[in-house]
């Protein structure tokens, strides 16, 4: 049946046409996809920079924390409690 309606195709004027619209449209697809697929890649390592950046600046601060005296750190988190 395929090599039916291959043979129809490269033997008539349409078919030529169509084999070559095809054949183009199929570029452009294809084109259009990997630009696309790149820019998920591109916006996905910024993504994961972005979270390494906020893992670094985490444990930092619990570095920080972990060395300062308790009283420090209540006075540094005092600001953040409403006063009654």
Known sequence: MWTKLVSWLSGTRFGNYAIGALTFASAILSIYLSGRSAG???????????????????IKIDDELAKSPDSDNRKRLSKWVPKQ
């Open 40 to 58: 998920k890649d591109k916006e996905r390592t910024a993504q994961d920079r972005k979270t390494l950046e906020n893992i670094n600046q985490r």
